[in-house]
């Protein structure tokens, strides 16, 4: 059974806080440094993260009504919009997850997107686990809209609160998150 979004939301911060939150000196993808991180993917691949997040990001995702795909950027993103995925399979409307790679692949078929020829429809929400600047979402963004997909928003794990937010707002797609770092931080 599926736990309710308000108990997989605490659930998984309860996670975060006790394997996920660090502290020290650290290189963020956006290239800054910053004195903590949060690593959601030591939790999101443990069983109970995995369906924690499935179920509140694909609930948060959802509020965006109609969804045709979650879309996702590897790496971070990738198991969140598959756990989305299979959590919405059990409920009463299946949603696909999509990937966005960073460029195409120089083998096989060569796709930038990986399972667009699933979607029924072109409304999408991106996930991912945590947003500094948003700039790898929203060069996925770039890459959807490129397409033919509507990115109708973003939603996230944690919102670190430095300029994600508003980087999104630029490109019109709103940003949900489920915790911030006020959360985790004092």
Excluded at 9 to 26: C, D, K, N, S, Y
Excluded at 28 to 54: I, M, P
Excluded at 62 to 77: K, T, W
Excluded at 98 to 115: F, L, M, P, W
Aim: glycine share 10%.
């Amino acid at each position: 059974m599926l736990p309710s979004f308000d108990q997989a939301r605490e659930q998984l911060r309860e996670m975060l806080r006790l394997h996920a939150v660090r502290h020290g000196t650290f290189t963020l993808a956006s290239g800054r440094t910053s004195d903590f991180f949060v690593d959601c993917k030591t939790v999101v691949l443990s069983a109970e993260g995995h369906l924690c997040a499935g179920v509140t990001l694909g609930q948060l995702a959802l509020s965006f009504s109609p969804v045709h795909a979650f879309a996702a950027v590897p790496l971070g993103g990738c198991p969140l919009a598959s756990a989305a995925s299979f959590a919405s399979s059990l409920g009463a409307r299946p949603v696909p997850a999509i990937y966005v790679r960073k460029e195409a692949k120089d083998h096989g078929t060569g796709k930038r997107i990986e399972g667009a020829e699933r979607v029924a429809g072109k409304r999408v929400v991106l996930l991912e686990d945590v947003v500094t600047t948003g700039g790898s979402s929203l060069r996925a963004a770039e890459t959807l809209r490129a397409a033919g997909f509507e990115v109708a928003a973003a939603v996230c794990i944690l919102d670190r609160l430095e300029g994600g937010e508003d980087a999104f707002r630029k490109a019109s797609i709103p940003l949900s998150a489920l915790f911030t770092r006020r959360d985790f931080l004092p």
